[in-house]
């Protein structure tokens, strides 16, 4: 992980976002430099260390314009351990809702799953290997020598093997015939092959804890209490080799793992390079007070408070410190301001950046260009078919046009836009094909959309519907 931040600056760090997220090229910087000061506060000598803290962020702008992308982008590239989670959804202690802490839990879990994953890819090969031995033990039983030793016989008649000799020859045979199958194994040329073998039971404990705090929220692991009390249950499957390959390897990697170094490195990741993305803040600021439920808003903020300032939270793998946990809040303030969160909070996210509305320039390259554009997934789910879908350049303009149109005219919704329009759009095709299509190409122009968008943007109340 450190080798990947090594390589990860600054630049590279927004020239990977580009090839996702269309512009807000000021919110990338922010987040780049976040990114990179993580890695350069291990470098500094511990006694330092300690005092460097990150800096937090507050994304500002619109629904829709690349805030969540953003951060979930930075995570995937930096391979830490990230959460998304909604303020709105949090409640302050006392009313029945979820604990601020639970993020973190939530984290912790997340980072656990994340590592276990590596060491499980680490340990794959050997594996294999030891699945693939209990299943020669299965087909082909080894020679079993006897308890007893053999006393000596005398000279043997010619022809004739003396026991001792028997059971040698046996399990000579017996290497042979492993070692044969063991290639047709490796081979998959005994996959078909149907085989029953016992595989451990998944443990069946169901229990619900009724009450504004479960288990989970105060940090205890239930099943693992009940599964260590419990015996190990095995129960007969039978499935073909192949899938029984794949069962025992599973099996054989639990046991090769540590789960105890597992959990180590992920509580040291989670308080190292862990982000947090907190979405919808602005739903806790106190700016829209009478309008809709306002369950103690600032009461969640000051929850939230020691989580970001930094604090001790107890999960089910142990203690976690939240100081160098990087924050990335977000929200769009259409209602409330910035300046409407606690003085407190407001100090605890130093970096606020605002993104900017898209435009239509914005939604042609939303369209065309990142690697997972609206354009280019369409086209492959049509392709599947053998239909060939084509935007023509004057096509993609004019629905980039309608869905800046609409936004100003209804609600701007931003980039989310473009998959409601462009659903409406492709509507008819995709429920043609492959039965009613005319021809194996299909052609997008101006003119097309034109044809089966205009009389929706036009009437406004339609369009609220619809788009």
């Known amino acids: 992980m450190s080798d990947i931040m090594r390589d990860l600056t600054p630049i590279k760090i927004v020239n990977e976002l580009d090839k996702y997220i269309i512009g807000q090229n000021e919110a990338k910087r922010a987040v780049a430099i976040a990114l990179r000061n993580r890695w350069r506060r291990q470098q500094v000598e511990e006694s330092l260390r300690e005092e460097i803290l990150p800096n937090n962020i507050i994304l500002i702008g619109p629904t829709g314009v690349g805030k969540t992308e953003i951060s979930r982008r930075l995570a995937k590239l930096a391979g830490a351990p990230f959460i998304k989670v909604e303020a709105s ?32 890819k680490e340990v794959q090969e050997k594996a294999q290997d030891l699945a693939d031995e209990r299943i020669l033990d299965i087909l082909i039983p080894p020679v079993r ?23 040698v020859t046996e399990e000579l045979q017996n290497k042979k015939t492993r070692e044969w199958m063991k290639k047709q194994l490796k081979n998959g040329e005994l996959d078909k092959r149907i085989i029953e073998f016992d595989a451990q039971a998944p443990p069946a404990i169901g229990m619900q804890v009724f009450g504004p705090m479960g288990l989970d929220d105060m940090g205890i692991n239930i099943q693992e209490i009940m599964g260590n009390l ?29 789960m105890e170094a597992v959990q180590r490195e992920a509580i040291k990741r989670v308080e190292n390079s862990g982000i947090v993305f907190i979405d919808e803040i602005d739903k806790v600021a106190g700016g829209g007070k009478g309008q ?9 903020q000051r929850d939230l408070l020691p989580i970001v300032e930094g604090t001790n939270v107890n999960t089910k793998y142990g203690v976690v410190k939240t100081d160098h946990i990087l924050f990335i809040a977000s929200g769009a303030f259409h209602v409330s301001k910035p300046s409407d969160l606690i003085p407190e909070l407001q100090g605890r996210f130093p970096i606020r950046v605002e993104l900017n ?85 299909v052609v997008i122009t101006a003119k097309f959309v034109k044809d089966k968008l205009d009389k929706i943007v036009k009437d406004r109340d339609l369009s609220k519907f619809i788009l």
């Open 292 to 300: 809709g439920p306002d369950v103690s808003r600032e009461g969640v």
């Open 89 to 120: 959804k949090f409640t302050e202690v006392g009313y029945v809702g979820r604990d601020v802490e639970s993020m973190i839990r939530d984290l912790t879990d997340y980072a656990v799953a994340m590592v276990k994953a590596e060491k499980t």
């Open 230 to 258: 419990m015996p190990k249950k095995r129960k007969k499957r039978k499935t073909t080799i192949a899938e029984a390959r794949k069962i025992m390897a599973q099996e054989e990697a639990q046991k090769l793992i540590d």
């Open 145 to 167: 020598r006897p308890q007893q030793p053999i006393q000596p016989q005398p000279a043997a008649q010619s022809g004739f093997q003396t026991p001792q000799e028997t059971a």
């Open 357 to 441: 509305s898209l435009t239509e320039d914005d939604f042609v390259q939303i369209l065309t260009t990142p690697q997972n554009a609206l354009l280019k997934q369409y086209s492959a789910l049509l392709e599947t078919e053998g239909v060939k879908l084509e935007f023509k350049e004057d096509g993609i303009r004019e629905i980039a046009r309608i869905a800046t149109e609409v936004n100003e005219a209804v609600e701007n919704i931003g980039a989310r836009r473009l998959h409601t329009i462009l659903t409406t759009l492709l509507d008819e095709i995709l429920f043609d094909v492959p039965d009613k299509i005319p021809s194996k190409k």
